[in-house]
């Protein structure tokens, strides 16, 4: 990943979790009429239970309540069988290119760390209450990797000409216009006190892993990740992170989580401010977005068509497999 250019896919993908992250917070296994097996692909089974885990993470945070709400007019609501079979067609995709990447020899380390700023950020409260987990990112992100790794391997060589590196060049202004990059120091921190506290010594100069030490367990987490404009993250922290200067720090960011509260510090340990880029400047980069986006497309095509030869068979609780639609209805 360079300076400029971020996971563009990834955020597409983790921006559809919430519906992804599927109903009450009863449990679904065991219960009457409700399989042990919610699928079956090319003989690997899908458990009822990971459906249900998926399904509690939406349905019991705040936009699930919201989306779900009896009380929305006809047609909005959101059903609990909608939402299951969301989160099945998401599992049923994960396994199926699971399978595909092993058959042909690709592995993504689970232990990969780029200190993608996604996998950090997940965990602030303002997205744990649309339903996210940490661990949704890292599916996202892994399935993402493995979807990169095949693309490659089917179109190794990819021709880029004049007209599209111009045409990438005009609709890409986030990459090539005048741009930053910051590495953020992030805390998650107990109470607003020992925030302020944090906050106005950095202000003063402190170092910010002996005020992350001496301020204990009053830190629940700690970490430094590069956040630009185009990172992969709530338009709110990029806005505060873009105000900010080389040793600048955000005033605490409040969020309710359940019956308590978290603050967040963001800390901005070094800034890059970034020049427009000429085409001729531009041009390795703009080649490689275009080449991956070519071989995207291409390996969109290659795998709807393994997936609709694949052998897959859903539960009729869940409905059936659509493969027309490559879905759960």
């Not at 459906?51 to 006809?74: E, H, K, R, V, W």
């Not at 030490?213 to 009053?218: H, V």
Request: glycine content about 6%.
């Amino acid at each position: 990943m360079t300076k400029r250019t971020g996971n563009y896919r990834l955020r597409a993908v983790v921006a559809t979790m919430a519906m992804l992250a599927a109903t009450s917070g009863c449990s679904l296994t065991g219960s009457k009429g409700v399989p042990a097996e919610a699928a079956k692909v090319d003989g690997m089974s899908i458990d009822s239970k990971t459906i249900q885990s998926l399904y509690n993470q939406f349905a019991n945070s705040d936009q699930g309540q919201s989306d779900m709400d009896p009380t929305q007019q006809q047609g909005l609501r959101v059903s609990p069988k909608q939402i299951r079979q969301t989160a099945l067609t998401y599992q049923i995709r994960v396994v199926f290119l699971e399978a595909l990447a092993k058959q042909r020899g690709i592995n993504v380390a689970d232990t990969e760390n780029n200190a993608d700023v996604a996998s950090e950020i997940a965990q602030a409260p303002s997205l744990a209450e649309a339903g996210f987990k940490a661990s949704d990112i890292q599916v996202a992100a892994r399935a993402e990797k493995l979807e990169k790794a095949l693309a490659l391997k089917l179109l190794p060589d990819v021709v880029v000409n004049a007209d599209e590196l111009k045409a990438a060049y005009d609709q890409r202004k986030d990459i090539v216009g005048k741009s930053w990059k910051a590495t953020t120091d992030i805390a998650f921190v107990d109470d607003i006190d020992s925030a302020n506290s944090l906050k106005s010594q950095l202000d003063k100069g402190g170092d910010w892993a002996t005020v992350i030490k001496s301020l204990g367990d009053k830190i629940l987490r700690s970490s430094t990740v590069d956040i630009s404009p185009i990172s992969p993250v709530q338009k709110e922290f990029i806005d505060k992170v873009s105000a900010l200067k080389q040793g600048q720090s955000a005033d605490p960011m409040h969020f309710e989580v359940g019956d308590g509260s978290v603050y967040i510090v963001l800390h901005v340990s070094k800034r890059e401010d970034l020049p427009e880029l000429s085409l001729t400047d531009a041009t390795p980069e703009l080649t490689k977005i275009v080449q991956d986006d070519k071989r995207y497309q291409f390996f969109e095509q290659w795998f709807n068509k393994q997936f609709r030869d694949a052998d897959i068979k859903v539960d009729g609780y869940y409905g059936k497999w659509n493969k027309s639609f490559l879905a759960v209805t």
